[in-house]
């Protein structure tokens, strides 16, 4: 085997094991929330960023291969900002096979009038967004809306609230809208971005830019994206483990009231082998140990048997 050729084959186990990653991770994050059932016609929001672009391509591939069946349909929302390239995404869409619907709604023009220059514009952009998004997931008649946030975004967004709102809050890789009528899902929240940049270098997707609004980037954002960037570089465990750990909350062991009734705990004079010692000092495995980030990744919570049964098969892939 030559040099070149044994580089080519090298390339091609580590894209054969990307897509895996990507595909297996998926496939968890949504049996692990019951984000789809069988029958459900789920709307993928695309934007033309490589998430979006990702999430559609790898609930395409599970679509075939899963034991239960859901409907997709790609939706657009055209905010008509200058220089959006109108014909990328019926293209593309057109070419993979898939049922797409593109709204054209003028909310940059909205936006521009009702926001004084200089001051952001994400957050009343991102209001009339949503509010179409949920009109039209009623007018095509679908059960679930799905958002192309991965991990990052989670933790970034955790990071946000945990030292600009002093709340212990993120996004949910599920949750029903603020109106009350719709179910929100996150299929990619278990995927890292570094291997979202990858997989759509990988697959070619055609992006388009997210600046064409012109908005300035947020620099709180931009803060923590970086101080997650230098974590991960030091040790990726010590990041899938503060990830990990939204998962596995200990409300009597916080200090939210609402969560847990601190105000009438009393001794219950059972003993408790995981009760708190309370004296001790608590000793933890270093986090340089070098386990490999992918088996961070399980299945936190037992979804209903039936799902489960319905879905596991989706995961050997
Ligand atoms: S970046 Fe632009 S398009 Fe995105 S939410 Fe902000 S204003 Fe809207």
Redesign the pocket.
Known sequence: MTIDSALKEKLRQDNNKLSKRIIRETATAITDYNMIEDGDKVMVCLSGGKDSYAMLDVLMTLKTRAPIHFDLIAVNLD?K?PGFPEEVLPTYLTQVGVPFHIENKDTYSI?KRLVPEGKT??SL??RL?RGILYRVADELGCTKIALGHHRDDILATFFLNLFYAAKLKTMPPKLVSDDGKHTVIRPLAYVTEKDLIAYAELKKFPIIP??L?G?QENLKRKEVANMLRAWEKESPKKVWNIFKSLAAVAPSHLMDKNLFDFINLRPTGIADENGDKAFDEETFPDHRDEDSPEDMVTSSTTPPDTTRQKIISIQKL
């Open positions: 905010q900002q936006v514009t994400c952009c991102s967004r997210c600046n609004c908005s």
